[in-house]
């Protein structure tokens, strides 16, 4: 009879804690609520593109099975068969609705809401916990870490940024209750250290010391245990906690280098601490992506958010030879030279989400599952076209099979006339985590998917 061994989550060191992944030589006794047949938890994740996209290079030519993808999202024609492209959802809420200009704020801030944001650029800010946040409600007690808010491009969270509208709104893509964004933490060393950190405020401030002044890794500080659990371990579980130890170093190394790179960028000496933020944004949002998969690799957390730009960001993107600001693109006007280097802009994003797909295709998880069998990953913006500002016919993906749930590979058209909520979609995929609802911000029904 195989020996029972109690199920170990992470390895302990000096103000340090590493997280485990699923290490089949131990006993698992996976929570009931969330998991798949397999043992291994569902996992949720929202992804924002700000300013709409070039929708005639986004849609796919058929509906149904999916063929070979072009334009946009050729990057993701390797995992297809993940794929879902959902046409014909609306976020109404993003619309005027008698509320004037404004389109961006709204569409950022109702987007994971359904919910109409009240106008102001004062402190009386109001609109509604987002979809992430419900599922953190209900299942953030089985996991570290109720939900991560990642980022990429940081946001005023008071002012007036859209017509009228809080910068709170167009900055904040998470929100815990009406009146209380979940401010996004862009800075990936801070990301690091709150998923790999102790919880001991000394030994922690202690770990930190020892790790700057000797050049330490984290993972140092946990080698001792590692050796021990390392014993218990068949050979097929020792190799994968190598690897797992390994990309933790990856990242460690890859923030390392960002901090040091910034470090020397830095000529005068009382300019703050360097954060550790890469320099490129694509290292940026590829550096996300990894603490991500990390997080959700070792059920840190079951529920993540990451816009790779705040709405109507006007960030231009001069490695991809587009040098105009994104915003001012979006207005478009039809003209062809425009429309493509938006497309160039849509495609760069697409590429940095296809990488982080490539890594969950990677992870390895029960019964021959790997992560991005047990995820689910919408990506999107409440903008369809920047130049004409409607809120219908988005642009949505859903990527990952929510452990065996969702039937991919399909390209879905959901008739425009009955202008089908997004946050439909959101009570669907509430019942796969396992945190159902009867209705959500503005919607009507479960979306059959």
């Not at 030589?25 to 992804?47: C, D, E, I, M, Y």
């Amino acid at each position: 009879m195989k020996k029972s061994i109690s199920r170990r989550t992470a390895l302990m060191g000096l103000g340090t804690t590493i997280a485990l992944p699923f290490l089949e030589s131990l006993a698992t006794a996976a929570p009931a609520a969330a998991t798949t047949a397999a043992g291994a938890p569902k996992r949720l994740a929202f992804f924002y593109v700000p300013n709409g996209v070039n929708m005639p290079a986004w849609t796919p030519s058929a509906t149904g099975a999916l063929k070979e993808l072009t334009g946009t999202l050729e990057p993701l024609n390797a995992y297809k068969e993940y794929v879902n492209v959902m046409a014909g959802l609306t976020c109404d809420k993003a619309r005027a609705n008698g509320d004037g200009p404004g389109d961006h704020a709204r569409a950022m801030s109702s987007f994971l809401t359904g919910r109409q944001a009240r106008k102001t650029h004062g402190a009386d800010i109001r609109v509604g916990m987002s979809a992430d946040q419900h599922v953190a409600t209900v299942l953030g007690d089985k996991t570290r870490f109720p939900s991560l808010e990642l980022g990429i491009e940081r946001g005023q969270m008071a002012g007036n940024c859209d017509s009228g509208y809080s910068c709170a709104y167009s900055s904040n893509l998470s929100w815990r209750g009406e009146s209380t964004p979940n401010a996004k933490e862009c800075d990936p060393k801070a990301v690091f250290d709150r998923l790999f950190n102790g919880t001991d405020p000394k030994e922690l401030a202690e770990a930190r010391a020892k790790r700057e002044l000797y050049n330490k890794s984290i993972l140092d500080f946990v080698m001792e245990d590692a050796k021990g659990l390392g014993a218990t371990l068949g050979s097929g579980d020792q190799k994968k906690l190598d690897e797992y130890l390994t990309s933790v170093r990856e990242v460690e190394q890859q923030i390392q280098k960002a901090k040091d790179a910034n470090k020397a960028a830095t000529p005068k000496p009382n300019m703050p601490a360097p954060t550790g933020i890469p320099s490129v944004v694509q290292d940026h949002m590829r550096l996300m992506a990894d603490l991500m998969v990390l997080a959700f690799q070792t059920d840190l957390t079951r529920v993540a958010t990451l816009p790779f730009a705040n709405e109507g960001s006007n960030k231009p993107y001069k490695m991809i030879d587009v040098p105009e600001g994104h915003h001012d693109l979006s207005h478009h006007g039809n003209d062809a030279k425009k429309l493509e280097k938006i497309a160039k802009i849509n495609k760069f994003h697409m590429e940095q989400f296809a990488y982080l797909v490539s890594k969950m295709k990677a992870v390895k998880e029960p019964n021959g599952t790997c992560l991005l069998d047990n995820v689910m990953l919408v990506y999107g913006s409440a903008n369809g076209d920047g130049n004409r500002h409607n809120h219908d016919d988005l642009p949505i993906l859903l990527v990952g099979k929510g452990g065996g749930t969702i039937e991919s590979g399909r390209h879905i058209v959901f008739p425009k006339r009955s202008d089908t909520p997004i946050t439909n979609l959101y009570l669907a995929l509430f019942e796969r985590m396992g945190a159902p609802a009867k209705s959500f911000g503005d919607s009507t029904g479960v979306l059959k998917i």
